[in-house]
């Protein structure tokens, strides 16, 4: 891959197809508030259109899966997609401010997300340690960690989730995606021309 200034174009577009799913995505990091997303999970599309709406992100996904089986294959996938799109989409990471950090509240529930762009794939994700109730029309906090597990392990994102209060698995999967959007939106931000790294590379 040709190496990006901060000035080229941020922007990608993969197709990813198994026995289980077929996945396309595009990606523009500086394309504001512009999503077309239809995987046929409605749940799943709300929280992509959070990731879009909150993450300032152009976000374009058509996916299909075995959603007869549950959405574990689709969620996974998709992640992995867009973590694949998000890795293409930052080229070389010279510029970028890094790191991102948010809490975002909803109601009884707060939730905190910190991201690292470092290159290096890992995700902390304390949800599955607590009590968390219900699902949101069949999709869970575990799918949401398979989700983030995918895009981290594919984007080499660093990725830590915890959550401070709620139980209620609309709220609680609702405010960790708008807080990794809202972390990612300041990482990917382009804030000088440096590599932010003294070891010279991510």
């Known amino acids: 891959m040709a190496e990006r200034t901060a000035a080229a174009p941020r922007q990608a577009e993969v197709h990813r197809q ?6 396309r995505v595009t990606l523009d990091l ?3 508030n512009t999503a077309s ?4 999970h ?9 990731l879009a709406r909150h993450g300032r992100l152009g976000l374009n996904i058509q996916a299909t899966g075995d959603l007869q ?5 689709l969620a996974e996938d998709v992640g992995i997609t867009v973590g694949q799109a998000l890795n293409q989409a930052l080229g070389n990471r010279r510029g970028i401010e ?14 905190h997300v910190v991201v690292d762009l470092s290159g290096r794939a890992h995700l902390a994700f304390e949800p599955e340690a607590l009590e968390v109730f219900g699902d ?3 999709f869970t906090h575990y799918h949401l960690r398979e989700f983030l597990r995918g895009l981290c392990n594919h984007a080499g994102i660093t990725l830590h989730v915890r959550l401070l209060s709620g139980r209620e698995a609309h709220h609680v999967t609702e405010a960790i995606m708008k807080a990794f959007a809202r972390a990612l939106r300041d990482a990917v931000r382009v804030t000088g021309e440096e ?4 070891k010279g590379l991510l």
């Open 136 to 138: 949101a029309a069949g």
């Open 42 to 50: 409605g749940y799943l599309d709300h929280m992509l259109g959070q």
């Open 195 to 198: 590599l932010p790294s003294t």
């Open 98 to 111: 890094r790191y991102g950090s948010q809490f975002v509240p909803m109601d009884e529930t707060l939730a």
């Open 30 to 32: 500086d394309t504001l």
């Open 37 to 40: 997303i239809h995987t046929g």
């Open 69 to 73: 089986t549950g959405p574990h294959h």
């Open 18 to 23: 198994t026995n289980e799913t077929d996945i």
